[in-house]
């Protein structure tokens, strides 16, 4: 029987009686329908520096109440073994969550979403941009709980395209149709770790292409076909754990 997962902002310890967050109750007590003395799993991302989780047992458990004892500490990686950051053109609504969402069970390391000209950024204010990074964090989380991840994935602030180049990898990819390179010939360079460029619905603007070359990027092509935003980015990420990291 699965045990189930979650991911807890707080400090951990063993021996610890936590009392779990109200969202939390609602999921376990009405969609999981999780009882007293029932086994759960918990990690913070932030262990001291230590991949694990933590073995706990639901000691107390009501509509609006649920404490939830810790009872071991267990050494667990999951993390792949090269980094990948993937730079998300913002994509509409539930293609930018599923591609989060995807990427992160793929085993990407860190999410930036960037505002480029195609990304239907105009009403892209203040106020919506810390809705849209809540929503986006919460699915990151839900992510890691969900694939066994022990290090919490952060999804950056957006930026600009030219903000990229604050960012440094050992190889640099960008997804173009019009490109000749093929990833065959980077197959024997395994990196430790790279930037991946994807952009939107409608693609990036030869301006921004451009930009992107100039700035250490190499086009790349993955085949034939053209593949909508939130499959590129999830088929190259597959292609390279498969290459260089722990897939396969």
């Known amino acids: 029987m699965r045990v189930s997962r979650f991911f807890i902002d707080a400090p951990l310890s063993e021996g610890q009686h936590l009392i779990l967050p109200p969202k939390l109750i609602n999921y376990i007590v009405n969609v999981l329908r999780l009882k ?34 810790i009872e071991s ?28 969402q995807k990427a992160i069970e793929l085993g990407a390391n860190e999410i930036t979403p960037v505002l480029t000209q195609r990304s239907n950024s105009g009403k892209f204010n203040a106020k919506l941009q810390e809705k849209k990074m809540q929503h986006w964090q919460g699915i990151a989380n839900s992510a890691c709980e969900q694939s066994g991840r022990t290090v919490l994935i952060k999804v950056n602030e957006p930026i600009q395209v030219q903000q990229m180049n604050q960012f440094d990898a050992d190889i640099k990819l960008l997804l173009a149709p019009e490109a000749q390179s093929r990833l065959a010939e980077y197959s024997d360079l395994p990196p430790k770790n790279i930037n ?15 930009w992107a070359c100039g700035n250490g990027y190499q086009k ?29």
């Open 73 to 100: 500490f267990s050494e667990k990686n999951t993390e792949p073994l090269i980094k990948i950051h993937l730079f998300q053109g913002i994509s509409r609504s539930e293609r930018m969550d599923f591609t989060i």
């Open 196 to 210: 991946l460029f994807i952009g939107p619905e409608g693609g990036l603007t030869h301006e921004e292409i451009d």
């Open 36 to 69: 007293t003395g029932d086994t759960v799993v918990l990690f913070n991302g932030r262990q001291n520096n230590q991949s694990g989780e933590f073995t706990a047992t639901l000691n107390e458990v009501s509509k609006r109440h649920a404490v939830a004892y």
């Open 220 to 248: 790349l092509k993955l085949g034939p076909r053209i593949l909508r935003t939130e499959t590129a980015g999830l088929a190259i990420l597959s292609i390279l754990q498969y290459l260089w990291g722990d897939l396969g």
